[in-house]
């Protein structure tokens, strides 16, 4: 019963305590919802531009995961093809795989009538990379390959650009077959793609598989299954799968493929966590300042309550309980302040006209904020938890007064 | 004399034969509309069924000059052997080109070397030639549509304009090429067009001799449009046909260890 109306008691004397200093507390708090703020701002920016990119990386031919031939990885060449044995298909028939191809991949020379260059030839299934890559919806300028044995050819804008050819024009492309001879034929650009970053469009051609294969004289071999399942971050159950299917062929996760992005995921972890403790210290002076400033000139107050018989664990209760509500309602702020900031900048924000230094290290131009409910925790219970333990000092200085001579102190 | 009379026989076939066989050249020579068949009939009489000659290859750029001397074995349309003699700095080098396949050996690294797909538009030896000009000479027979676009005259002969458009999926780059052939199956000159009907480069005959039996082209000149101070010339010195060549020279082991 007792304890029933002391709590009440004790967030009255709390809440308020802290209207006594209207201007004093409504700075505190201004500065602890921008600190919060700016921790789930950024946080948002930086997983969302980070998000973008490993979205983007898994779209440019990667997949979720890739099955090669154990030596393709390291040596990309036709001689490490394979037919996809019928176990594969089977075992990338579980409802866990939205979308799988096969592709051919190889290295190839591509010549129009004035210049000529390296590229990596692909051979894909036009309808089926829908979803799994880019290509797709990159086609800004005639159509997209329609079957897997369409004569024509995909080309990248910039490529296009740099070999003086364009939409409707033929050139020529040489690669080696499964002879090690020389295999060359003649396409017609049926389309142009667009693409970021833009090293992409000179890096790529697509052809159709059929075709590919024929040219190659790869009959049905391939080089490359890649797949897209329906959650990345949970692949072991479906590589043990497919390692039990064909225990023969390297199947990778784009976590393997692509370790640069795995790394830089640890990377923006690390960094955030670095800009929450900053941001945190500067706030938590802020805080026991404004509390110590508050218990100083309360030094009376505190030992008349003790005279009266109220305990030091109820004191230190008081302050905790008032340190508790500045940062109930600055979080509160903060977060609202933040769902505002996130949700206006919902289309992007746009740094095209620095796209150029952004593409350098990887940045696409406009980046979407995204929120992480793991970001939105760590921010909140930071601020909270290590608020609460910097309040604690001034509590404990509140709690330890000898009340003679608190109450005797002019 | 049964044995005689047999070969009597035979020999009158033979006669006969080869009335039919010129008798059928006139007979295509006659309505030129078949402008594929003059193609063919040009490639093959100028690669013939073997051929050996030697060849002052010429390489003019704005700062400098070389010539080199070449000496070249063909056996029908798919086999050649190249070898240059001087100047001394490139004495030895060699390329053997067997159907679309290239090797290129040089004695400074002794060593073979598979041109790869991705250097066959490269410069050959520096020239105004790609290795492709040299590969896929032959494939204006098989890659290609032909058309006849006129007729002018040369020498008292009678010139076919005809234009050459390469087929869908075939390797080619240009958009068309215009090859005029005499009426004596000489290739006065060849034409290479962009595809948007640009000239890009064109080979013109500028000397014609009699050499090895028949009129053959003695001078031509590569060269680009759009570089106006290079070219490449090749003057034939000495050229002889259907002649007898030993049986490994187109060989990897003869293009390493010369033995003719």
């Keep these: ?410 | 004399m049964e044995a005689k009379r047999r070969f009597i026989s035979a020999t009158y076939r033979q006669c006969f034969l080869a009335a039919l066989l010129f008798h059928s050249a006139i007979a295509i020579a006659a309505p030129p509309e078949d402008a594929a068949t003059l193609v063919k009939r040009a490639i093959d009489y100028w690669r013939d069924s073997s051929s050996y000659s030697v060849i002052d290859m010429t390489i003019r750029r704005p700062d400098w000059e070389r010539t080199m001397t070449i000496r070249v074995w063909t056996r029908g349309q798919k086999e050649s052997l190249v070898r240059v003699t001087a100047p001394p700095k490139d004495a030895g080098n060699a390329t053997l080109l067997l159907d679309n396949e290239m090797w290129s050996f040089t004695p400074k690294i002794n060593r073979v070397i598979k041109i790869p797909s991705s250097m066959m538009n490269q410069s050959w030896m520096g020239s105004d030639f790609s290795n492709n000009d040299l590969a896929k000479a032959d494939e204006l027979i098989e890659q290609y549509t032909h058309k006849l676009l006129g007729q002018e005259s040369h020498d008292g002969h009678t010139v076919y304009v005809i234009e050459s458009v390469p087929k869908e999926a075939a390797p080619v780059v240009w958009g068309h090429e215009v090859v005029k052939i005499r009426d004596d199956w000489v290739i006065l000159e060849h034409a290479f067009y962009d595809q948007q009907d640009v000239l890009v480069k064109k080979l013109v005959t500028s000397e014609i001799r009699s050499m090895g039996g028949k009129p053959v082209v003695a001078r031509e000149r590569m060269q680009r449009v759009d570089r106006p101070g290079e070219w490449t010339e090749v003057v034939t010195q000495e050229v002889r046909f259907g002649i007898p060549i030993a049986a490994g020279t187109f060989t990897l082991s003869n293009l390493r260890n010369p033995r003719e």
């Design chain 1, 1 to 410: 019963m007792r304890s029933e109306w002391r709590a009440p008691l004790l967030l009255t004397l709390a809440w308020r305590n802290l209207w006594r200093h209207t201007r004093r507390t409504l700075m505190i708090l201004f500065a602890f919802a921008l600190g919060v703020w700016s921790m789930i701002v950024i946080a948002a920016i930086t997983r969302g531009s980070m998000e973008q990119q490993l979205d983007k990386s898994i779209l440019n031919l990667t997949g979720h995961i890739q099955i090669h031939l154990a030596a393709f990885r390291d040596d990309p060449v036709i001689e490490h093809r394979f037919l996809p044995p019928p176990a594969l298909s089977a075992a990338l028939a579980g409802a866990d795989v939205m979308t799988w191809v096969p592709r051919v991949r190889v290295p190839a020379v591509i010549a129009s009538e004035r210049e000529s260059a390296g590229v990596t030839l692909v051979g894909i299934e036009p309808e089926r990379e829908r979803g799994l890559s880019f290509i797709p919806g990159a086609v800004t300028e005639g159509r997209y390959l329609e079957a897997p044995d369409d004569p024509g050819m995909l080309l990248g804008r910039k490529l296009a650009e740099r070999l003086e050819t364009g939409l409707g024009r033929r050139v020529v492309l040489m690669s080696q077959d499964v002879n090690n001879r020389v295999a060359d034929r003649g396409f017609r650009v049926v389309g142009v793609f667009d693409t970021q970053p833009r090293q992409m469009e000179e890096a790529y051609v697509f052809i159709g598989r059929a075709t590919a294969q024929q040219m190659l004289k790869l009959d049905d071999n391939i080089t490359e299954v890649a797949l897209m399942t329906t959650d990345r971050d949970h692949l072991e159950e479906l590589l043990a799968r497919l390692l039990v299917a064909v225990p023969a062929l390297d199947v990778q996760p784009w976590t393997v493929l692509e370790p640069l992005l795995v790394l830089t995921r640890k990377i923006t972890d690390v960094v955030l966590i670095i800009w929450y403790a900053i941001v945190f210290a500067a706030m938590s002076f802020g805080l026991i300042n404004t509390l110590l400033m508050a218990v100083f000139e309360r030094t009376r107050e505190f030992g008349l309550f003790q005279s009266l018989g109220m305990r030091p664990a109820h004191i230190l209760g008081q302050v905790l309980v008032e340190s508790l509500i500045l940062l109930a309602l600055a979080l509160a702020a903060g977060n609202l302040l933040a769902a505002a900031t996130v949700y206006a900048l919902r289309d992007g924000i746009d740094l095209t006209s620095v796209a150029e230094g952004m593409e350098l290290v990887g940045v696409a131009p406009i980046i979407y904020p995204a929120w992480s409910a793991g970001d939105l925790a760590a921010a909140n219970l930071l601020v909270f938890v290590l608020g609460l333990a910097a309040s604690l000092y001034p509590a404990w200085r509140a709690a330890r007064h000898v009340p003679v001579e608190a109450i005797t102190r002019v």
